[in-house]
């Protein structure tokens, strides 16, 4: 079946620095990547999704790109902020022939970010 | 921006009683979900829904039952709540090929 891995569980910053959450996946299908950031005791939140292979793709100062030769979909930054500390998670979604909408979720990343 | 309400907020519950967890977007989506979380790790899919009147077992579904009497409402029950189902309790609605949006979350404590 599908999984998605993400490395690290804590990820611990000064703020100004750059930052890289990985995330690798595992499909038979044609994959549709998503992140998604989660705020203390809020609702996971969508940062950047994206089906497109080798284009990277932008929000709120965040960035990834799909890289289907090497199943990755890496969360970016250059400088974090006091405010980007939260939960982040990948998921995956099932897009081509039988696929049927359902995201799976890495575990999630702990992006702390301190003065 | 879509909008998905869940109510309670916020349930504490006995072990051995019925708990009824309700969803409603107002997104005209088809697919709706259920997930839990527990402290500090992810998302988890109990049930979900693509059509009304029916639904679909996700990768947790023991202990769970749900219901889906329209579009826009799809509740989760647990028949006999146990205290392994403490937990944080999403849900989520989209349409194919799209984001899921999801609800503030229900807080359940079983004790």
């Known amino acids: 079946g599908d999984s998605v891995t993400q490395t690290e569980g804590l990820v611990t910053l000064t703020k100004g620095l750059p930052v890289m959450l990985n995330c690798t996946y595992q499909?038979?299908?044609?994959?549709?990547l998503f992140w998604y950031v989660q705020h203390l005791n809020e609702a996971p939140k969508l940062l950047l999704k994206?089906?497109?292979?080798?284009k990277r793709t932008e929000h709120q100062g965040f960035y990834a790109t799909l890289h289907k030769s090497s199943s990755s979909f890496h969360l970016q930054k250059s400088s974090v902020q006091l405010s980007d500390s939260a939960l982040y998670f990948c998921?995956?979604?099932?897009?081509?022939?039988?696929?049927?909408?359902?995201?799976?979720f890495g575990q999630g990343t702990v992006l702390s970010v301190i003065p | 921006e879509a909008a998905v309400t869940q109510s309670p907020r916020s349930k504490v519950a006995v072990t051995g009683g019925k708990v009824t967890l309700s969803c409603h977007q107002t997104?005209?989506?088809?697919?709706m979900y259920w997930y839990r979380q527990d402290t500090g790790h992810g998302l988890r899919l109990i049930h979900y829904?693509?059509?009304?009147?029916?639904?679909e077992k996700g990768d947790i579904p023991d202990g769970y039952k749900a219901s889906r009497p329209s579009q826009e409402n799809f509740s989760l029950i647990l028949e006999l709540a146990s205290l392994s189902q403490t937990a944080v309790y999403f849900c989520?609605?989209?349409?194919?090929?799209?984001?899921?949006?999801f609800g503030p979350g229900t807080r359940l404590t079983v004790l």
């Open positions: 499909t038979t299908y044609s994959p549709f």
């Open positions: 997104n005209n989506h088809d697919y």
């Open positions: 989520a609605s989209t349409r194919w090929g799209r984001e899921q949006y």
């Open positions: 998921a995956l979604s099932e897009m081509g022939t039988g696929g049927n909408n359902k995201l799976t």
């Open positions: 994206s089906s497109t292979d080798n």
């Open positions: 829904s693509y059509v009304a009147d029916s639904t």
